[in-house]
């Protein structure tokens, strides 16, 4: 048992290093090497895009989201 949970350990241990070391050098190289494809226009909208220019409609969202708890909560005691 002991041998068995020494070898686990060690396992785990050279697992972390690796993902470091991915981490580290694998994914930092090919974020340098594809820096330029920051500067190709994109169609699909990011959500930081549409709070800054205040499309998003939080008001309404929050509105339909409580309409709807409190809709279920009446049918759950309701029938419940």
Known sequence: MDRL???AGLV??????LFILKQRVID???RIALFWTRFIPRKAKTV???LERGDL???STATS???SVTTLAASI???G
Do not use: Q
């Open 5 to 7: 949970l020494i070898m």
């Open 48 to 50: 930081e895009s549409v």
């Open 28 to 30: 930092r190289g090919i």
């Open 65 to 67: 989201v409580a309409t």
């Open 77 to 79: 005691l309701r029938y």
């Open 12 to 17: 785990f241990f050279f697992l972390v290093v």
């Open 57 to 59: 409609r939080v008001t």
